[in-house]
C-alpha cells in the first residue's frame, strides 16, 4: 500500500505559491515538492552516516 504526504496550505495562498515555485525554475508544484523532498532524505542519510561514523 502506497503512503501519501498531504500539506495543506490555505485557499489564499495557493496562487502565491505557484508563483514561487514558477519563479523557482520547477513546472509544477509536485515536481518542487518531490525535489525538496529528496534532498531532505539526501540530508538525512549523510547525517545518519555520519553519526553511524563517530565523525
Do not use: K, W
Not at 34 to 46: F, K
Amino acid at each position: 500500500m502506497a503512503e501519501s504526504l498531504v500539506i495543506e496550505v490555505p485557499g489564499e495562498l495557493v496562487d502565491g505559491l505557484d508563483d514561487i515555485v514558477m519563479l523557482l525554475g520547477f513546472r509544477s508544484r509536485e515536481e518542487f515538492a518531490l525535489v525538496a523532498l529528496r534532498q531532505l532524505l539526501d540530508r538525512h542519510m549523510a547525517l545518519m552516516r555520519c553519526i553511524r561514523s563517530g565523525v
